[in-house]
């Protein structure tokens, strides 16, 4: 606390992001990483961005970025918004788009980012309860709202829901905005893009930090119709005009562009989380089924928070939520198989 600090300062309740320890040696399961990082080509791209032209802004529209996810998808540049990581995308899509006077609606076990923003922006939110098995029931959200956000996969069960359902829920609220983040659609949801010709209050929001392992180069987007686009751009073009550095464009195009790299790894990481929810179920884990690259499990009769001491005191990182609903629990971020296979004999250790 200072006297220095703005009213809203006080009042902040930050969001808390998992660790990254500059420990050698530690089996970083924690923060939803991808173990196999990013195409070769898009490091090449950033060396090779990497001269003089560093002196000169970035394109403050991301064109070329733009333009390459919109071909992707059969729709127009001017449908695409990007940001630096989708957690900036996201607080635009909150300030611009989710703050009406009816509360915003998103389910209570959730990314814990979305309160935060809430709190930042004076938004009036209601948690909408997950049911015992901590699944999103989209009945629930036929209710008055000012909006809806809602991840599918949703973090951090990694539970996703069928397309059908999600399309229910944007068509039963044709004059509120329906956010869908699919920060973990790649590995294994049904995306909703294809449905934004049909939808003009659906905006979609996709990241490169999990399926592209880029999370350290900060490259988020959005996608819908013009209309919810322009309101992203009005809040950005106020706040930051260039969000996405000359190496992060370079980098992310190059990225989006190798289909085999990406097609290739995504079904490495699904294979191994199979693997791994295998195995802690043989080891009396209840794991929840899981559409991301993390899984959600919990051992009848032992303490998440003493699991994850435990875990960590043999440098191993997971991540606990100390949330009544979430702390039985671990996520697990999916490492490669020999990551996992540490982790298995860790948790075998520690479990007796
Ligand atoms: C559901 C969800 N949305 C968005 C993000 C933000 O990702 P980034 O800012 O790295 O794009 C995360 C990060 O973990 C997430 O879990």
């Known amino acids: 606390m ?63 970025l733009r333009q390459a996810i919109a071909a992707r998808h059969g729709l127009d540049v001017g449908d695409v918004f990007a940001g630096n990581g989708s957690d900036e995308v996201l607080a635009h899509v909150f300030q611009g788009l989710l703050n009406h006077d009816a509360p915003l609606l998103f389910p209570d076990v959730t990314y814990s980012f979305y309160p935060t923003y809430c709190r930042l922006y004076g938004i009036d939110f209601r948690a909408v ?45 044709p004059d509120r905005p329906v956010v869908i983040d699919e920060a973990y659609v790649d590995f294994g949801g049904e995306s909703a893009v294809p449905l934004i010709k049909k939808y003009p209050n659906l905006l979609v929001v996709q990241t490169f930090s999990k399926s592209r392992g880029l999370a350290g180069l900060r490259v988020g987007f959005a996608m819908g119709q013009r209309p919810l686009i322009e309101a992203l751009e009005r809040v950005k073009d106020s706040f930051n005009s260039y969000p996405l550095n000359r190496l992060a464009l370079a980098g992310a195009v190059a990225s989006w562009e190798d289909e085999d790299w990406f097609e290739r790894h995504r079904a490495l990481l699904m294979a191994s989380r ?36 435990a875990l960590r005191s043999r440098a191993i990182l997971v991540r606990h939520f100390p949330a009544e609903r979430t702390r039985d629990f671990l996520r697990i971020s999916i490492g490669t198989d020999a990551e996992c296979d540490r982790l298995v004999e860790a948790l075998r250790e520690i479990l007796g």
């Open 129 to 173: 309860p997950v049911d015992e098995n901590l699944q999103v029931r989209i009945a629930d959200y036929g209710q008055d709202c000012g909006a809806i956000i809602l991840p599918n996969p949703n973090g951090p069960t990694g539970i996703a829901r069928p397309l059908s359902e999600i399309e229910a829920l944007i068509g039963g609220h």
């Open 2 to 64: 200072s006297q220095f600090w703005s009213p809203i300062v006080q009042s902040l309740r930050p969001y808390m992001a998992g660790e990254q320890p500059a420990i050698s040696g530690l089996i970083k399961l924690n923060t939803n990483e991808n173990p196999y990082g990013p195409s070769p080509k898009a490091l090449a791209a950033i060396a090779a961005a990497t001269d003089d032209t560093l002196r000169l802004y970035p394109d403050p529209s991301a064109l070329r």
């Open 274 to 309: 199979e693997r791994l929810a295998l195995e802690l179920k043989g080891l009396g884990f209840v794991v929840l089924e899981s559409a991301a690259n993390f899984v959600f499990a919990r051992h009848p009769g032992r303490d998440g928070a003493a699991l994850a001491l």
